[in-house]
């Protein structure tokens, strides 16, 4: 669960993730990861991904965008590579 006073960025960080970041302002797409599934609606808040993109929601900057519900993601991480 994501706070309302933290972004997902920061809380997949704290979680050990690693996310690749840059701009934090939902402007470079550096963030962006896969959306799997959506039970509930994203806001998307940037201004990487066009209007299409963002109503076909398959992907989500997870610097600045919020959501309500659940999003389950796809951050590439995986564990048995390391």
Same mark, same amino acid.
Do not use: W, Y
């Given at each position: &669960? #994501? !706070? !309302?006073?933290?972004? &997902?960025l920061d809380v997949?960080?704290?979680?050990? =993730?690693?996310m690749m970041s840059d701009? !934090?302002?939902g402007e470079c797409g550096v963030c962006a990861v896969d959306v799997v599934a959506v039970?509930?609606? $994203?806001?998307? @808040?940037? #201004? =990487?991904f066009s209007d299409q993109q963002k109503r076909d929601n @398959?992907? $989500?900057?997870?610097?600045v965008s919020r959501a309500v519900g659940? #999003?389950? $993601?796809d951050t590439l991480y995986r564990p048995e590579a390391n």
């Open positions: &669960m #994501v !706070q !309302q006073t933290s972004s &997902m997949l960080n704290e979680a050990g =993730f690693e701009c !934090q302002r039970e509930g609606e $994203i806001d998307h @808040r940037d #201004v =990487f @398959r992907k $989500i900057c997870p610097c659940t #999003v389950t $993601i």
